[in-house]
């Protein structure tokens, strides 16, 4: 994005991990804990945040992380944001098989070796709905997104509900609670 002439500013647990990888693309990264912490920037700051494939790593307030994020959004700012979906077809099949939606060892033992927590919980999208609108926005629209192969294109375009994740785009409505 900063490359297509965006200006950004990401937010990392651990930045030093992809130290390299910043430097050489001169980003701005600042370590900031985005569950513990309020984010380093004054309020109505930003036009868009893009917050993909974190909420179901967290484990200790995911609450406070969207007020946060809400915070810093200016009046009518978007919210790109994907997540896994509960009730995805392999999480079924996981489920009835007797092996859960993941390994929770598995992905405990990654705040070990890693750093940071693997998937703590998947949601459905009336429980993502419900944390959006509490926390101050409104879904604009959920994207389908389908496959390159065709049996699994047309089941998810038959049954939208199982598909693998979500990519939600939400609009800042207020800092009010709406729950």
Known sequence: ?????YEIVGVD???ERVKDFITANNLNVIK??????????????????????VFEHL?????????????????NGLLFFSTPNFYSLGNIKRILS???????????????KLGHMGHIREYTLLELRKFLNYTGFEIVEVHKFYFRN????????????????FFIVARKISNQRNI
Do not use: W
């Open 1 to 5: 994005m900063k490359h297509l002439g």
């Open 13 to 15: 647990i651990a930045p």
């Open 32 to 53: 900031c804990n985005i569950e513990t912490q309020r984010l380093p920037f004054k309020s109505n700051t930003f036009d868009a945040v893009i917050f993909t494939e």
């Open 59 to 75: 484990r200790i307030d995911p609450i406070f992380t969207l007020e946060e994020i809400n915070r810093v959004l200016k009046p």
């Open 98 to 112: 007797g092996n859960g939606f993941n390994d929770a060892f598995h992905e405990f033992m990654k705040l070990r």
């Open 150 to 165: 065709k049996l699994k294109s047309a089941i998810y375009k038959l049954l939208p509900r199982f598909r693998p994740f």
